[in-house]
Antibody
Framework: QVQLQESGPGLVKPSETLSLTCTVS????????WSWIRQPPGKGLEWIGY???????NYSPSLKSRVTISVDTSRNQFSLKLNSVTAADTAVYYC??????????WGQGTLVTVSS | DILMTQTPLSLSVTPGQPASISCKSS???????????LYWYLQKPGQSPQLLIY???NRFSGVPDRFSGSGSGTDFTLKISRVEAEDVGVYYC?????????FGGGTKVEIK
């Protein structure tokens, strides 16, 4: 059964870059869409973007100017970079695998706090 | 962006009683391929969201049959035939017919 695990700093300073990695185990990164989704404390879910295993990407228009998602198929990992962060970017960040049945696998989530 | 509107915001249910959550989309979720791209997720307290229903009415693997989804076009419903204690959490609908993917605001289900 596929498992996803987010990793990265839990604290980022304002104006700096948030960087997270999602490691996929128990299955190949090939042939799926891999997404980042975030959830501000006490709020709902927001889709950030996705990357196909081949490297094609699509981002939320509201974050597009600040987001980069990349994939490393040799390591079965994909990554998120969000630059110029502010307190509004404080959230639990989830990675998820999208297939033909929707997002059937999610990571446990990692809280990233933006604060000086 | 497609706006997903869920009602009610919260629901308090006696165990064994039914529950129903509505989700309305600002545009039709029916694709030209004949599929309707509406999904339901449950986020249990302290956990990641988990997939319950895909394409309106298909239960994901391992999801109890007390969960059912219905609807078409822009109006959708998730029903729990007999709520159990383990069903507490926040339910979200999501559309994937058009990018960006968008979620409903969530419906919190509690047990009386």
């Amino acid at each position: 059964q596929v498992q996803l695990q987010e990793s990265g700093p839990g604290l980022v300073k304002p104006s700096e870059t948030l960087s997270l990695t999602c490691t996929v185990s128990g299955g190949s990164i090939n042939n799926y869409y891999w997404s980042w989704i975030r959830q501000p404390p006490g709020k709902g879910l927001e889709w950030i973007g996705y990357i196909y295993y081949s490297g094609s990407t699509n981002y939320s228009p509201s974050l597009k100017s600040r987001v980069t998602i990349s994939v490393d198929t040799s390591r079965n990992q994909f990554s998120l970079k969000l630059n110029s962060v502010t307190a509004a970017d404080t959230a639990v960040y989830y990675c998820a695998r999208f297939g033909n049945k929707g997002a059937a696998a999610w990571g446990q989530g990692t809280l990233v706090t933006v604060s000086s | 962006d497609i706006l997903m509107t869920q009602t009610p915001l919260s629901l308090s249910v006696t165990p064994g009683q039914p529950a129903s959550i509505s989700c309305k989309s600002s545009q039709s979720l029916l694709h030209s391929d004949g599929k309707t791209y509406l999904y339901w997720y449950l986020q249990k307290p302290g956990q990641s969201p988990q997939l319950l229903i895909y394409e309106v009415s298909n239960r994901f693997s391992g999801v109890p049959d007390r969960f059912s989804g219905s609807g078409s076009g822009t109006d959708f419903t998730l029903k729990i035939s007999r709520v159990e204690a383990e069903d507490v959490g926040v339910y979200y609908c999501m559309q994937s017919i058009q990018l960006p993917l968008t979620f409903g605001g969530g419906t919190k289900v509690e047990i009386k």
